[in-house]
């Protein structure tokens, strides 16, 4: 069963910086995309930043230039280093991975981590 543990939300004031982990354990295949999404209040999950096994990012317009996508393949631990922090930026940031084993491919969410941003 894989796990998805998140870490490093909070509060913090615009302008601020917060730094998101999340540590992905129990597959018995490799990990090829990590990522982050996030809901804001009321508004849809939408797709924040991701990373393939490669190293290739994919980054949402709306963060490009202040966040940025990392991960550690050795520890299956994915980063998100979130900088000039907006009060639109609040929202929980869910960590997600997929796994391919063969042909299929297997997707997992972390449970959440909630991002404030607020003076």
């Known amino acids: 069963q894989v796990q998805l543990v998140e870490s490093g939300g909070g509060l913090v004031q615009p302008g601020g910086s917060l730094r998101l982990s999340c540590a992905a354990s129990?597959?018995?295949?490799?990990?090829?995309?990590m990522g982050w999404y996030r809901q804001p209040p009321g508004k849809q999950r939408e797709l924040v930043a991701s990373?393939?096994?490669?190293?290739?990012?994919n980054i949402a317009d709306s963060v490009m230039g202040r966040f940025t996508i990392s991960r550690d393949s050795a520890k299956n631990t994915v980063y998100l280093q979130m900088n000039s922090l907006k009060p639109g930026d609040t929202a929980v940031y869910y960590c997600?991975?997929?796994?391919?084993?063969?042909?299929?491919?297997?997707?997992?969410w972390g449970q959440g981590t909630q991002v404030t941003v607020s003076s």
């Open positions: 997600n991975v997929r796994i391919s084993e063969g042909l299929a491919m297997y997707y997992y």
């Open positions: 129990g597959s018995r295949f490799s990990i090829d995309r």
């Open positions: 990373i393939t096994s490669s190293g290739s990012t």
